[in-house]
């Protein structure tokens, strides 16, 4: 099966500016998550997708993040305006049935941000 | 707040010798556990798990071993290989609201 689909795999921005991320998970998942990782850390959920609702998004930066899963499919991230300090590897990570042992979360190779 | 803990943040190990990466938790709703390993401008990949009611899982080189009573999991890699090089992140499931919560990681570096 084809794995997570993530694009751009770079971006470079000046602060202030706006970026957005897209996300493709694995065909029929239903649960998407974005996760942050800032260098030397672990991965930190943003937000947490069930089909095209919104489950958890308690550690979203809401007044500069957003995120939306249209059709229950593709989902994008976006910040407006961007802080030196977002700068990270955003993954998006996809699951078929997360309440199920043996449905680990599959994720894609990330965007690495960096803000100048 | 430090759900996962991963306290060590390098080890490095003999080839052919055996690898054994720690994990400690403080949430009493984890249900699932999750090892995901990580190469450079990769995603992570998942590696092995190991449900809450089990205290044991292998797969082949890996096993994962859990201690609820002491919240902690480790994972032993053995023999160890140049190609497990990598950074290992532990991982665990919220069982109420299915949110997975990662460590900090360890970078193993297993030496020729």
């Known amino acids: 099966e084809a794995g997570v689909a993530q694009s751009p795999r770079y971006k470079i921005i000046e602060k202030r500016q706006s970026v957005a991320f897209w996300c493709n998970p694995i065909s029929g998942h239903a649960t998407l998550y974005w996760y942050q990782q800032i260098l030397g850390q672990g991965p930190k959920l943003l937000i947490q997708f069930q089909n095209n609702g919104v489950v958890d998004d308690s550690q979203l930066p809401k007044d500069r993040f957003s995120a939306e899963r249209l059709k229950g499919v593709d989902s994008t991230l976006k910040i407006q305006p961007a802080k030196l300090e977002d700068s990270a590897v955003y993954l998006c990570?996809?699951?078929?049935?997360?309440?199920?042992?043996?449905?680990?979360?599959?994720f894609g190779n990330g965007t690495r941000l960096t803000v100048t | 707040d430090q759900q996962v803990k991963q306290n060590s943040p390098s080890l490095s190990v003999q080839e052919g010798r055996i690898s054994i990466l720690n994990c400690d938790y403080t949430?009493?709703?984890?249900?699932?556990f999750l090892w995901y390993k990580k190469y450079p401008a990769e995603g992570p990949t998942f590696l092995i798990s190991i449900s809450s009611i089990k205290d044991k899982n292998e797969d082949g080189r890996f096993t994962v071993f859990l201690n609820k009573s002491a919240k902690h999991l480790s994972l032993h890699i053995v023999p160890s290989q140049p190609g497990d090089s990598a950074v290992y992140f532990c991982a665990a499931r919220d069982s109420g609201t299915y949110k997975y919560i990662f460590g900090t990681g360890t970078r193993l570096k297993v030496l020729a």
């Open positions: 949430n009493s709703m984890f249900d699932y």
């Open positions: 990570a996809s699951s078929n049935r997360p309440g199920r042992n043996n449905s680990p979360l599959h």
